[in-house]
């Protein structure tokens, strides 16, 4: 893991804001990367310290071809840094959107690869909490990576966690019910990934937050005649509120989701080593080519505000 001077990075555009910093496209030693630039002052005034700290922790851990690679990371007075590569074909959620839906090939390949991204994760006790197609970028080969451990966190097994975080339609029920919840969220997320991908939206919708909420508890799911019927069946057993039935968390663990017969016909080795072709690639004039993030995100001039409390990132390069 490599620590760098902020001043050798060359910064162009933002590839997107968050609530505590935004992700700017860089090059450094002919490299291509995406910074994370978060401001310390409002980190530390929201009280996001820790929060940040874990998510660097997390993603230094993360070693899968289908998870966004963390190469190092900066600092100075002002600001922290997060160094990972740039997946330049933009977010999963652009195409989809510009497609309205998948054909079931396309669906299938990405929705192998954020399982065993998945299964990499849990395989080192992290769970995302925030699996959406916001936060699945593309490769100019048209294969996916899961970016934004912000919601990331390191659970012992066994343990639970009762923190309400995510995006509603992507909530599992023991979450809206705060009942504890651990890695089966992540297994919910894949099932509502996988239908998003197919049919061009969640299967639970609502305007009103509280019917959304019902809608998600009730379980109860409308499959289009065009839906393939084994990705209906992975779904089904993705989409139970029972955490004692729900795939990905039985005794055959993620074996039993990756292994469904849905993906049967993809070639497993192959694709872990991303040379099967993929049935989709991002339109983009070169290898480099940012195009496929849409919005300009103007850059703040703000100065930003020192430090003068005790500073908790003094040790984020060690």
């Not at 100075?76 to 933009?90: A, K, L, S």
């Not at 970028?137 to 012992?156: N, R, S, V, W």
């Not at 139970?240 to 497993?268: C, E, M, T, Y």
Request: hydrophobic content about 35%; some cysteine; proline content about 7%.
């Amino acid at each position: 893991m490599a620590v760098y001077e902020p001043s050798v990075f060359q910064f162009s555009r933002t590839l997107a804001c968050g609530t505590f910093g935004r992700v700017k496209h860089a090059t450094h030693d002919g490299m291509h990367l995406a910074i994370k630039v978060m401001k310390k002052y409002n980190l530390i005034k929201l009280k996001q310290a820790d929060h940040v700290i874990q998510e660097k922790r997390l993603l230094a851990q993360a070693d899968s071809p289908f998870i966004v690679y963390m190469s190092g990371y900066a600092k100075d007075e002002h600001y922290i840094y997060i160094v990972m590569e740039c997946v330049p074909g933009g977010e999963l959620f652009t195409h989809l959107r510009q497609m309205r839906k998948f054909k079931n090939e396309q669906a299938k390949f990405y929705a192998a690869q954020a399982g065993h991204a998945i299964k990499h994760i849990h395989g080192k006790n992290i769970i995302h909490r925030d699996v959406k197609p916001e936060n699945i970028l593309l490769t100019h080969q048209g294969y996916c990576k899961i970016t934004d451990f912000g919601f990331a966190k390191l659970m012992d097994p066994g343990t639970r966690t009762y923190t309400l975080c995510g995006t509603p339609e992507y909530m599992s029920p023991e979450v809206l019910v705060n009942k504890g919840h651990s890695k089966p969220v992540d297994w919910w997320a894949l099932g509502i990934l996988a239908y998003e991908m197919m049919v061009g939206q969640p299967p639970f919708c609502d305007d009103d937050p509280m019917g959304l909420y019902q809608k998600v508890l009730s379980c109860k799911v409308y499959f289009p005649k065009f839906f393939d019927k084994d990705a209906k069946v992975l779904v089904k057993k993705l989409l139970v509120a029972d955490l004692s039935k729900r795939w990905g968390n039985l005794r055959d663990g993620p074996d039993q989701v990756i292994g469904h017969p849905w993906f049967n016909g993809l070639d497993v080795p192959k694709l872990l080593r991303c040379e099967l072709p993929a049935p989709y690639k991002p339109r983009m004039r070169d290898e480099w080519d940012l195009s496929n993030f849409e919005e300009e995100f103007p850059d703040s001039h703000e100065q930003p505000k020192p430090v003068t409390m005790n500073d908790p990132f003094a040790d984020w390069c060690h």
